[in-house]
């Protein structure tokens, strides 16, 4: 039992699983980071080809898509801290490997297990987020998903440019991601009594465990008990056809059927989020700015301001913006801006203005990206997706921006010398422009609404009353 004498505020509870979660998504932005600088080590010190590179690069958002599915199950089924302690032992294992790796292959498996540690983490904590976050700061609280994967960045540059050049530099830059996941998985180890995180209430009342469920829903509500009893009501009278989880075939089909807005506005909003580029440009930054002109030691240097600029507006964002301007005009003014950044790039690439031109596109694409594209998707996509569903569409939704970002960091290596940086920021405005027309068709504004009211704003009930409407 919880000691009634020692509550947490609403917001503290929050923001302690928050803190804590978060280190999951540094370790995929620390990997990302990481490898940009790693890649020129590990590549001549393993003696691999372009294809190997890119293969090494891309399986670890692979198994990121893959594993996401994965998760959304496995987290229905034992519970979401459960699965976050799972991908915190993947993740030691895979840095482990990658550190003392003597060939490509164990390189990559190292990667492979390390990919499929961040999917599971990933699909996990955004469910909890929006599950244990109050409905007012919600925006706040699962916009720092993508904050602390571009803290993870920021520290991934850092250790390139400091470790570069030292006995076993590239090994000791993979094998450090395991330490932030030995972090967390000691607090999650410990009991809700002394860590202060708790299972997610939602999942609770979904198994049955609703004398649990209450005791944690009073932590939420800094006590109240009539509120939380309210909240256990509510989510008890959902109507029986409701009840239990989506199964694959359920999620899979809800693009197809009566809540086709749903899945089209949520999970598309999450596979938005490595469709429109970012990945392929914080992994493959160096390579780039080295073919432009800089040394080594420079690119790398770039890459960490370029870092450090992207978290920083990141965190603007997440601070004063999102839960006052809204989703959908922060994912249009982010997709305007990097479709902006690539005409600015592409333009310096075809008038041969110099690699400022390219470093100016470069600034203004990872700005433009953390305006909107970069936290946002985190934000909508649990609080659009239904409890019934949120699992699975997280999953999905993270599966399909892991395959698109996995997809273009694979392709780099083979075609970047063919294409040139030229035909690098086209393809970034293509792909923007695509994304913003998307965003216009099927991502309703939801800043404000309760996961109540979401919940029967895209409910099929609602879609054929508003085509009646229409009609």
Same mark, same amino acid.
């Given at each position: 039992m919880v000691n009634k004498g020692s509550r947490f505020r609403c917001c503290n509870i929050a923001l302690r699983v928050r803190i804590v979660t978060a280190i999951i998504s540094l370790a995929?932005?620390?990997?990302?980071?990481?490898?940009?600088?790693?890649?020129?080590l590990f590549k001549d010190d393993l003696n691999m080809q372009n294809w190997q590179v890119g293969l090494s690069l891309g399986a670890f958002p692979l198994c990121v898509a893959i594993c996401a599915p994965l998760a959304g199950k496995l987290a229905d089924m034992v519970g979401r801290k459960p699965t976050m302690m799972v991908s915190c032992?993947?993740?030691?294992? !895979?840095?482990?490997?990658?550190?003392?790796?003597?060939?490509? +292959?164990?390189?990559?498996?190292?990667?492979?297990?390390?990919?499929?540690?961040? !999917?599971?983490?990933?699909?996990?904590?955004t469910a909890y987020m929006a599950e244990v976050?109050?409905?007012? %700061?919600?925006? *706040? &609280? $699962?916009?720092?998903? %993508?904050?602390?994967?571009n803290v993870g960045n920021v520290v991934g540059y850092l250790l390139n440019f400091a470790l570069v050049g030292l006995p076993h530099d590239w090994r000791i830059m993979l094998g450090l991601g395991a330490v932030p996941a030995v972090?967390?998985?000691?607090?999650?180890?410990? +009991?809700?009594?002394?860590?202060?995180?708790?299972?997610?209430?939602? &999942?609770?009342?979904?198994?049955?465990r609703l004398e649990e469920a209450h005791e944690v829903l009073l932590e939420l509500v800094? /006590?109240?008990?009539? %509120?939380?009893? $309210?909240a256990l009501a509510a989510w008890q009278?959902? +109507?029986?056809? %409701?009840?239990?989880? $989506?199964?694959?075939?359920? $999620?899979?089909g809800a693009f197809f059927g009566s809540r086709r807005k749903m899945a089209l506005a949520g999970i598309g909003c999450g596979m938005l989020n490595n469709f429109t580029g970012i990945q392929l440009m914080m992994v493959t930054t160096t390579i780039l700015l080295m073919g432009a002109g800089m040394d080594k030691r420079e690119a790398m240097w770039t890459t960490v301001w370029l870092g450090v600029i992207k978290a920083t507006v990141m965190l603007i964002v997440a601070l004063f913006i999102l839960d006052r301007w809204g989703r959908r005009p922060l994912l249009l003014t982010s997709l305007s801006m990097c479709s902006a950044a690539a005409v600015l790039g592409s333009s310096g690439? &075809?008038?041969?203005?110099?690699?400022?031109?390219?470093?100016?596109?470069?600034?203004? *694409?990872?700005? !433009? &990206?953390?305006? /909107?594209?970069?936290?946002? @998707?985190?934000?909508y996509m649990p609080e659009v997706l239904d409890s019934r569903f949120r699992s699975k569409g997280c999953a999905l939704g993270i599966s399909g921006s892991r395959c698109n970002g996995c997809m273009h960091i694979?392709? *780099? @290596?083979?075609?970047?010398?063919?294409? /040139?940086?030229?035909?690098?920021?086209? *393809?970034?405005?293509?792909?923007?422009?695509?994304?913003?027309?998307y965003v216009c068709a099927f991502c309703p504004e939801s800043k404000g609404m309760t996961l109540e009211e979401l919940q029967e704003f895209f409910s099929p009930k609602h879609a054929d009353l508003h085509a009646a409407k229409n009609a």
């Open positions: 995929e932005g620390y990997d990302i980071g990481v490898i940009n600088g790693a890649v020129v032992t993947l993740l030691i294992i !895979g840095g482990l490997v990658m550190a003392f790796a003597q060939s490509f +292959p164990m390189l990559l498996l190292g990667r492979m297990i390390a990919g499929s540690g961040c !999917g599971t983490g990933l699909t996990a904590v976050a109050p409905s007012h %700061e919600r925006g *706040f &609280y $699962a916009s720092l998903e %993508e904050l602390f994967v972090m967390v998985l000691s607090v999650l180890l410990l +009991p809700f009594s002394w860590s202060g995180l708790p299972e997610s209430p939602r &999942y609770l009342q979904r198994v049955g800094n /006590g109240n008990e009539e %509120e939380a009893n $309210a009278d959902e +109507p029986k056809a %409701e009840a239990g989880m $989506a199964t694959w075939s359920e $999620a899979f690439a &075809y008038f041969n203005l110099g690699d400022h031109w390219e470093v100016a596109g470069l600034c203004l *694409f990872v700005t !433009g &990206y953390s305006m /909107g594209v970069g936290p946002v @998707p985190w934000v694979f392709l *780099f @290596p083979i075609l970047f010398p063919m294409v /040139g940086t030229l035909g690098l920021f086209l *393809f970034l405005m293509t792909v923007n422009v695509i994304g913003f027309a």
